[in-house]
């Protein structure tokens, strides 16, 4: 395998040849399905199910049509909550880093929930908005608000402080330092407490559709692993990971199509 290196001191790191590169996920992925595959052969099918077992009932499910209802379900619970949580958490960010008295009020509140276990106020959610799906909402909204909340703030204190007394200089106003300065020199950490969140809303819809009340992927998950019915149970898994994967790309696109900027500073630097 070829290695392109750049000095020892430089901080670049070790390369393989830029043809091998999308080979190898794709070898990785492989390896694991094949290594996968032949341990089958020795365990037991309800501990683990091979691939091919996964795959074939994965098509028994979407075909007789099992997994599509629950999985639109939890997809609209998904997006609904978390885009609302995310919006939420860049206007209270922007909102605390622009004002130091807004800022000092919300520390103490922002701080206790941000420590406290998020599943372990599910009662108070089902006994404030009752065993429903605004309910589930409630969960996922709360999952996700907290580290786009976070890092909207830490992005806003940490603009640098050149900006500033830049636009200052050009007399900018407060509505257009915010808009001009600010929030694009936070996008990154936006971005950043976004990829987070959209990982935690996964989490968040699957959680409360255990908890709350069993319904969609989170229904399928507790029968099929009540049942033992492995292949099943890990053909659903398969399907809420494909939702994280749709999020990265999901995210991707955004910073690609809307700030191309941070790409072509960060590729800058490899």
Same mark, same amino acid.
């Given at each position: 395998?070829?290695?392109?290196?750049?000095?020892?001191?430089?901080?670049?790191?070790?390369?393989?040849?830029?043809?091998?590169?999308?080979?190898?996920?794709?070898?990785?992925?492989?390896?694991?399905?094949?290594?996968?595959?032949?341990?089958?052969?020795?365990?037991?099918?309800?501990?683990?199910?091979?691939?091919?077992?996964?795959?074939?009932?994965?098509?028994?499910?979407?075909?007789?049509?099992?997994?599509?209802?629950?999985?639109?379900?939890?997809?609209?619970?998904?997006?609904?909550?978390?885009?609302?949580?995310?919006?939420?958490?860049?206007?209270?960010?922007?909102?605390?880093?622009?004002?130091?008295?807004?800022?000092?009020?919300?520390?103490?509140?922002?701080?206790?929930?941000?420590?406290?276990?998020?599943?372990?106020?599910?009662?108070?959610?089902?006994?404030?908005?009752?065993?429903?799906?605004?309910?589930?909402?409630? =969960?996922?909204?709360?999952?996700? %608000?907290?580290? /786009? *909340?976070?890092?909207? #703030?830490? &992005?806003?204190? !940490? +603009?640098?402080?050149?900006?500033?007394?830049?636009?200052?200089?050009?007399?900018?106003?407060?509505?257009?330092?915010?808009?001009?300065?600010?929030?694009?020199?936070?996008?990154?950490?936006?971005?950043?407490?976004?990829?987070?969140?959209?990982?935690?809303?996964?989490?968040?819809?699957?959680?409360?559709?255990?908890?709350?009340?069993?319904?969609?992927?989170?229904?399928?998950?507790?029968?099929?692993?009540?049942? =033992?019915?492995?292949?099943?149970? %890990?053909?659903? /898994? *398969?399907?809420?990971? #494909?939702? &994280?994967?749709? !999020? +990265?790309?999901?995210?991707?696109?955004?910073?690609?199509?809307?700030?191309?900027?941070?790409?072509?500073?960060?590729?800058?630097?490899?």
């Amino acid at each position: 395998m070829t290695i392109a290196a750049g000095p020892v001191g430089g901080g670049r790191r070790l390369r393989p040849a830029r043809w091998l590169e999308p080979l190898l996920p794709i070898a990785a992925v492989a390896a694991m399905l094949g290594a996968w595959q032949w341990s089958g052969r020795y365990l037991n099918p309800i501990l683990i199910s091979t691939p091919t077992e996964v795959g074939r009932d994965l098509v028994e499910l979407v075909a007789r049509g099992v997994i599509l209802e629950p999985l639109a379900e939890s997809l609209e619970e998904m997006v609904v909550g978390g885009l609302a949580g995310i919006a939420a958490g860049i206007a209270i960010g922007v909102v605390m880093g622009r004002y130091q008295v807004v800022e000092k009020v919300l520390s103490p509140f922002v701080n206790f929930f941000n420590a406290t276990p998020l599943v372990v106020i599910i009662p108070l959610v089902i006994i404030w908005v009752g065993i429903s799906q605004k309910a589930r909402l409630l =969960f996922v909204f709360l999952i996700v %608000l907290w580290p /786009v *909340l976070l890092n909207t #703030l830490a &992005g806003i204190r !940490n +603009v640098s402080r050149g900006y500033v007394d830049l636009g200052a200089a050009f007399g900018l106003t407060e509505a257009q330092m915010l808009w001009k300065v600010s929030l694009p020199a936070a996008v990154p950490y936006i971005l950043a407490g976004a990829r987070v969140a959209a990982g935690l809303a996964i989490i968040g819809m699957i959680v409360s559709e255990m908890e709350i009340s069993l319904t969609g992927l989170g229904y399928l998950l507790i029968t099929y692993g009540n049942s =033992f019915l492995t292949g099943r149970l %890990l053909a659903v /898994v *398969l399907v809420a990971s #494909l939702f &994280g994967v749709g !999020n +990265v790309l999901l995210l991707r696109w955004v910073q690609a199509a809307f700030f191309p900027w941070i790409i072509g500073s960060a590729a800058d630097q490899r």
